[in-house]
């Protein structure tokens, strides 16, 4: 059967079209292999036929699919049932990765912003403490200066 499968895919090359038309192929060979040909026992064998199959994909992925499904150009057997979880993701606004970089951009550029600020209100604290320290010592040095000016 793999040998079959093999040579078909050989022939059907490489487009797309064909690519979709041998997994189509493909799964209806499998799907009745898998009712005809295999025992009870076989069929309830967990390793072969798991209950669940988790997988990831893209967010931008499943809003088109669910788009496609609500749409009326299903080609489908059988539309997939929607449920509220992929509904809810649906309606959730998509933030792209674009986005996500100028929001911490942004972020970074406030904060050195804010420790900008701080600094120069530091520097701007410093100096008027210099300031005042150096009046005073200036007007220190003018009065000596004008003591010994007067006792000449």
């Known amino acids: 059967?793999?040998?079959?499968?093999?040579?078909?895919?050989?022939?059907?090359?490489?487009n797309?079209?064909?690519h979709l038309a041998y997994l189509k192929?493909?799964?209806?060979?499998?799907?009745?292999?898998?009712?005809?040909?295999?025992?009870?026992?076989?069929?309830?064998?967990?390793?072969?036929f798991p209950y669940t199959f988790y997988y990831s994909v893209h967010i931008s992925e499943i809003r088109k699919l669910i788009s496609y499904i609500n749409s009326d150009d299903w080609?489908?057997?059988?539309?997939?049932?929607?449920?509220k979880i992929t509904k809810a993701i649906k309606d959730k606004k998509q933030e792209s990765e674009f986005d996500k970089v100028k929001k911490m951009i942004e972020k970074v550029v406030e904060k050195r912003d804010q420790k900008q600020a701080l600094d120069i209100k530091e520097i701007k604290e410093?100096?008027?403490?210099?300031?005042?320290?150096?009046?005073?010592?200036?007007?220190?040095?003018?009065?000596?200066?004008?003591?010994?000016?007067?006792?000449?």
Do not use: C, V
């Open 75 to 83: 080609e489908g057997s059988t539309k997939p049932i929607i449920t």
């Open 25 to 48: 192929l493909k799964k209806e060979i499998l799907k009745e292999i898998e009712l005809f040909y295999l025992l009870p026992s076989q069929k309830r064998n967990y390793k072969w």
């Open 16 to 18: 797309k079209d064909n």
């Open 1 to 14: 059967m793999n040998l079959f499968i093999g040579i078909l895919g050989n022939l059907l090359g490489d």
């Open 126 to 152: 410093i100096f008027e403490k210099h300031a005042s320290e150096s009046k005073e010592m200036f007007d220190k040095i003018i009065k000596k200066l004008e003591n010994q000016s007067l006792e000449k």
